[in-house]
């Protein structure tokens, strides 16, 4: 076995020994049903890891089963994202809404672009994915601009879902990124690097998610208050504070 | 090699984000106060104490009768007391937005009125960082008096452009009216 083989089952072994505890902790911490699509992402990325490792596979099969696992994994990990979104904003109907139309804008400027550039270069699978996680990243970003704009707090299992995810998909637009530009000679650091960068978030998830915690409540929640007036106020404030730098004197 | 750079890009504040996330995971920022009541507005830093920071009376006795390193030492105690009025300012402009957002959060929210204010939180904190570099750079006087120019300039420019406007009405009207259209 090379160097370079016998690297990629240690790691590949470890990834799929990180799974399992994660799974066992899902059932044990009771998390499972709390996050169904996450869970589901985290079991085909088991079982596509233990195949994959532990068949002997022809060029051309593993090509086809490579290819076959990154879209199915790609679509789970668009329902993650979709959870995440779900679970962060539940408490916030009005964030949502925001967001969704956020969300819906990025859409149509991506379609847009998409059927503008139609045409550009031949079709490359490795393209479509690297731009399909680029979106995936502009709504991660916008959902989180949003959580930090409007101070929501998140609880302990949902960031850590956050975390390991967001840094699974900084690493594969950047991984695809490269691969896109420099072509077959960064594959050699990709394969030894993926395994290691997904164990990264594996143990990110292990620790945040090692038993259920709620999300926390908004204490403002049952308070009853007229969104206009409170606009209307805050953009009055902000408005005479501006007046005052400009015009200190009063003048 | 653009795209490859805007992509690095997007990678890295990924990275940035997962950072931040970490870092109020592991205590930093903990979990931020919610207040459950009404947001308040609170105070605006005192407008006599700016009258007095920025006083020309005060430069030019001391200009008058101080020595140059009395001087020194004034415009650089006003330029540090400017800064404090400016910092407190924005503490107070920061609490509100802040106030205001952890208030609205889990109302039905407005996405124009959301804007709106969005607008003026971002228009207040680009005059402060401006006035910030000015007063910084070229000290407290110096920057009142720019203010105050670019101020006179902007109410002139508008006076000529309302005139602008209303003669070009007024012609437009005459030659409607010569026209037999009004």
Known sequence: ?251 | MTHLVLIIALACTLLLLVGFLLRDALGGRGRRHISAAAPSYGEIPSRALMDRIFAEDDFSFVAGEGTKQIRRQFLGDRRKLALAWLSQTKGQATAILRSHLTAVGTLDLQPATELKLLGHAILFFGVYAVLRVLVGFYGAFWARSFVKNVLTLAGRLSGLGGSILADAGRTGLQVARSQGHA
Not at chain 1, 18 to 39: C, D, E, S
Not at chain 1, 43 to 49: G, M, Y
Not at chain 1, 76 to 90: C, F, M, P, Q, S
Not at chain 1, 236 to 241: G, H, K, M, S, T
């Open chain 1, 1 to 251: 076995m090379s160097t370079t083989a016998g690297f990629v089952q240690v790691t590949g072994w470890l990834t799929v020994s990180l799974l399992v505890l994660l799974l066992i902790r899902a059932v044990v911490g009771r998390t499972f049903k709390v996050f169904p699509l996450f869970y589901s992402y985290a079991s085909f990325v088991l079982v596509r890891t233990a195949v994959g490792i532990s068949i002997k596979w022809s060029t051309d099969a593993y090509r086809i089963f490579y290819w076959a696992g990154e879209w199915v994994s790609l679509v789970l990990g668009l329902g993650v994202t979709w959870e995440i979104y779900r679970k962060v904003l539940a408490r916030y109907p009005g964030v949502r809404r925001l967001a969704f139309m956020l969300l819906s804008l990025i859409f149509v400027l991506v379609g847009l672009v998409s059927a503008v550039g139609q045409g550009e270069g031949p079709f490359s699978v490795l393209a479509l994915e690297r731009d399909v996680r680029t979106v995936q990243a502009i709504v991660l970003l916008i959902l989180f601009a949003l959580v930090a704009y409007y101070a929501i707090p998140l609880g302990k299992n949902v960031r850590g879902i956050a975390i390991g995810y967001i840094f699974g998909v900084a690493t594969s637009v950047f991984n695809l990124g490269f691969a896109n530009f420099v072509g077959s000679r960064y594959y050699w650091l990709w394969n030894r690097n993926r395994a290691l960068q997904f164990a990264v978030a594996l143990v990110i998830w292990c620790a945040t998610l090692w038993k259920f915690q709620p999300e926390p409540i908004p204490s403002n929640e049952d308070v009853e208050q007229d969104y206009e007036w409170v606009s209307a106020q805050a953009a009055r404030a902000i408005v005479r504070l501006r007046t005052h730098l400009i015009h200190p004197d009063g003048s």
